[in-house]
């Protein structure tokens, strides 16, 4: 069964770099099938699709966030991570790491909340 | 960027009836790549639908979609308990994923 577990601080200081990691297991992050991506949900509202990557390395992001994200993949490790730059309160929110196929979303990390606060 | 508006916000039902749940897509949504996601309260969303109406692997038959184009509709025939969740529709286009912003479905 495949699972995905995100990792990192739970708090990151105004303009600092948000960084999290997440870990596959059950499965090979390199399968030709598939993209890994990450996803976000502020409390309380909707959620986010931040970007996506390729066991190649070959990324994609969401425009509005493009200029502060970089996602990067460790085939070695079975594990991909996000970096978001210069954070602000407004990136408060649960980061999900996820698999997608086809354009679906089918399986997802249990999440981690990641607050923006001096 | 395609925008996807849900409606209603807010539906209260009681356990047995029936829901119908809007995705309105701000263009052209190939049927493809339309997607319902379930989630609970301290869970990740859960696949229910893709391709606009094929049921995901263990998701019961109460649960259905439908529509094409610009709009797009989540049927559950007859609620049970556990439906008392948040639905999202998504959709993927040129590289990018979007999200409704939900329809909370609360018992009556």
């Known amino acids: 069964q495949l699972q995905l577990q995100e990792s990192g601080p739970g708090l990151v200081k105004p303009s600092e770099t948000l960084s999290l990691t997440c870990t596959v297991s059950g499965g090979s992050i390199s399968s030709s099938s598939y993209y890994w991506g990450w996803i976000r949900q502020p409390p309380g509202k909707g959620l986010e699709w931040i970007g996506s990557?390729?066991?190649?390395?070959?990324?994609y992001y969401n425009p509005s966030l493009k200029s502060r994200v970089t996602i990067s993949v460790d085939t070695s490790k079975n594990q991909f991570s996000l970096k978001l730059s210069s954070v602000t309160a407004a990136d408060t929110a649960v980061y999900y790491c996820?698999?997608?196929?086809?354009?679906?979303?089918?399986?997802w990390g249990q999440g981690t909340l990641v607050t923006v606060s001096s | 960027e395609i925008v996807l508006t849900q409606s209603p916000g807010t539906l209260s039902l009681s356990p047995g009836e029936r829901a119908t749940l809007s995705c309105r897509a701000s263009?052209?949504?190939?049927?493809?790549?339309l997607a319902w996601y379930q989630q609970k309260p301290g869970q990740a969303p859960r696949l229910l639908i893709y391709g606009a109406s094929s049921r995901a692997t263990g998701i019961p038959d109460r649960f259905s979609g439908s529509g094409s184009g610009t709009d797009f509709t989540l049927t559950i025939s007859r609620l049970e308990p556990e439906d008392f969740a948040v639905y999202y529709c998504q959709q993927y286009g040129s590289s990018q994923y979007t999200f409704g912003q939900g329809t909370k479905l609360e018992i009556k």
């Open positions: 263009q052209s949504v190939s049927s493809s790549y």
């Open positions: 996820a698999r997608q196929a086809a354009g679906i979303v089918d399986y």
């Open positions: 990557i390729y066991y190649s390395g070959s990324t």
